[in-house]
């Protein structure tokens, strides 16, 4: 099983970019698509097109702004939108979607920074962060492995992003920030990327669009997957696809083996 996760920073702008062509060679089995900023009926209808796919959309209330997309090869046993607050529900950033191995998290965390730039949203982030814990510990109370996967718009360590010493008071890599992402891993879950290369700089995910920054890999590790402990021993691989050129964040990938051969 092949899932990948990709902010594609505007899903009708990406697919002018290359996506179905990324698509048709990478060929995951479930996809989680971050920033569509685009409803149903605005997808481009080549993508529509496309056979094979169960397709699920969770766009934000407001136009261009936000918005989650699932492609899967299987349908999901059940999706859900919502972690029972109007506040984010409204902001299209989560779709859950239960498949007979595990439960598939497609996440796209707030940003902290407010309208002018400043760090004015960093609480409604936290509070993001602390809902979605919740929902992940209610399915693994019900015996399932999690997934979680997408833009945590949070660089965990200093690692993991190249100028981390001049970040430090910047959303993104707040020591609040960071710490929640202790929190999830306190609580159990792993990240699988971080583990296969501990301590390594240079495995960046997005970059600025400003100054050269992705040609010369002045980037931050944002995007990523956060696996529960069952999960985890079924990882095969995981990996990162800088090369992609359709977004300013690139393609995250993990494949695991099922749950049958574990």
Known sequence: MKVMIWN??????????GFLAWMRKRKPDVLGLQEVRATPD?????????????RFWNPA????????????KTEPLSLATSLGRPEFDAEGRLQIAEFPDFVFFNTYFPNGKGKDRDNSRVGF???????????AAAWQRRGKAVLIGGDFNTAHQNHD?????????????????????????????CDPFREARPGESGHYTWWSQRMGARERNVGWRIDYFL???????????TWHEPEVAGSDHCPVGIE???SSSS
């Open 61 to 72: 209330a407001r136009p261009g702004y936000s918005g989650v997309g699932l492609w899967s």
């Open 256 to 258: 695991l083996i099922s």
């Open 42 to 54: 605005q997808v481009p209808e080549e993508l529509l097109a496309q056979k094979g796919w169960h």
């Open 227 to 237: 696996l529960s402990a069952d999960a985890r021993a079924r990882v095969k691989k």
């Open 125 to 135: 982030k936290l509070e993001f962060y602390a809902a979605l814990f919740e929902a």
């Open 8 to 17: 594609v920073n505007g899903l009708r702008a990406c697919a002018e970019k």
């Open 161 to 189: 992003l190249e100028n981390w010493k001049t970040n430090r008071k910047t959303s993104g890599f707040l020591p609040e920030e960071c710490a929640w992402i202790d929190r999830y891993l306190a609580a159990g879950f």
